[in-house]
């Protein structure tokens, strides 16, 4: 196509004139303009649009340029979005719904704003996972679902407080609440191994058993609780997969346990991570945050690990699970003296009181919660605990 600049007139300048508007680019002073021409408004826009999309600064609308004038003029909702043959839909609102698959853990490949088959797999396996007709056309109902999901992902103390009010209206009780427990790694990955003499520790064993104790006593409560693995599964899910299982089935709280390990064998401690990024607008999903706090916090208290601290982690287990969702690194496997602890079943129990301690607490309300340490866990058990022996691993 030949470029459109300065002194132009016909229907693609009117074309251009309205989409440039649309986007407040124009401006309220932009003169009446009855010729249609494309005049030094116009080209200012267009100049000031190049500018924001990395496109070259010419101020003439070439094939490029229209390009992006065209995908422009549709945001996402504005119309029903579908993978068609020949000409694949094109526009900023194909873009943004890739960007939003992306960031939920669905391969889109690249947001390209050219809605492909890839687009159309990745959106109908979210709409599977969220309850929509999963035919992969992305209509009201599944920007509805989109929006929605947007909740989990929040900044700000007062959506603090709205969120956790309604998860706490849930009521304090524990049973009937659905717990995802993951132990890390397993399935010919060890995670961190360290020999000891004659013999090797390895963090999937031990994560495994700690898993194993963490759910006998949160069933004891009354909690339903998922393991996502066995003690030596012939194979281990992808974190993703481990995320897509507790969104199936709709958990309530999901808590990963990892070891640590480090060259350095003077590292030690546990620390606790949530969803969440600092950099550019720094979200963070502020249920796992509180989560991370507690687990992290009794787990100092009543097991005396180093305390190193909670932090905010875009791990796809954490980025892609739709319920308050942490991660606990219990300890150095690495460390001698964190080793010690670990490798004592008696430690690993009271590692699993610290959690389920958490737990109850996320379901307090905040005036009724209780200083670190006090909730008497054996209290909680409703029932003789049945799983959980403290055999060897
Ligand atoms: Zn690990």
Redesign the pocket.
């Known amino acids: 196509m030949q470029a459109i600049r300065r002194g132009d007139r016909g229907d693609a300048v009117v074309e251009i004139r309205a989409i440039l508007g649309s986007l407040s680019l124009l401006g309220d002073e932009a003169p009446p303009n009855p010729d249609l021409v494309f005049d030094g408004p116009v080209e200012r826009a267009v100049r000031a649009f190049q500018q924001a999309r990395g496109l070259s600064v010419t101020g003439e609308v070439n094939e490029e340029t229209w390009r992006a004038i065209d995908a422009a003029r549709w945001s996402l909702g504005s119309r029903v979005l579908a993978h068609v043959q020949p000409e694949p839909l094109f526009g900023d609102d194909v873009r943004a719904l890739q960007e939003r698959l992306l960031e939920l853990g669905y391969d889109v490949d690249r947001a390209d704003g050219i809605f492909g088959r890839r687009t159309a797999t990745a959106l109908a396996r979210f709409q599977r996972e969220v309850g929509v007709v999963p035919d992969g056309v992305c209509g009201p109902k599944t920007i509805a679902a989109l929006r929605r999901l947007g909740r989990k992902v929040v900044g700000g103390r007062p959506t603090l407080l709205r969120e956790a009010e309604r998860f706490r209206s849930a009521g304090p009780a524990l049973v009937g609440q659905c717990v995802v427990v993951d132990p890390?790694?397993g399935g010919g990955d060890p995670?961190?191994r360290v020999p000891d003499g004659h013999l090797r520790w390895n963090?999937a064993d031990l994560?495994y058993d700690m898993a194993s104790r963490l759910e006998g006593r949160l069933a004891a409560a009354g909690m339903r609780v998922h393991l996502t693995r066995g003690p030596s599964p012939a194979s281990a899910l992808t974190e993703a997969e481990r995320a897509s299982l507790a969104n199936e089935l709709g958990a309530d709280l999901l808590i990963s346990i990892?070891?640590a390990g480090h060259p350095n064998p003077a590292a030690s401690g546990v620390a606790t991570y949530h969803y969440g990024h600092y950099g550019d607008g720094g979200v963070t999903s502020t249920l796992g945050e509180r989560l991370a706090a507690l687990v992290q916090r009794e787990i100092v208290v009543r097991t005396g690990l180093r305390d190193c601290h909670t932090h905010a982690k875009t791990w796809d287990l954490l980025r892609l699970t739709r319920m308050p969702a942490v991660r606990v690194?219990v300890g150095y496997l690495s460390s001698a003296e964190d080793r010690q602890r670990l490798i004592d079943p008696e430690f690993r129990d009271r590692v699993g009181d610290s959690i389920v301690a958490a737990v109850k607490r996320m379901y307090l309300p905040v005036e009724a919660d209780v200083p670190t340490g006090s909730i008497d866990v054996a209290s909680l058990r409703t029932t003789a605990r049945a799983a959980a022996s403290g055999s060897t691993i």
């Open positions: 890390g790694h995670g961190v963090e994560a990892h070891l690194e």
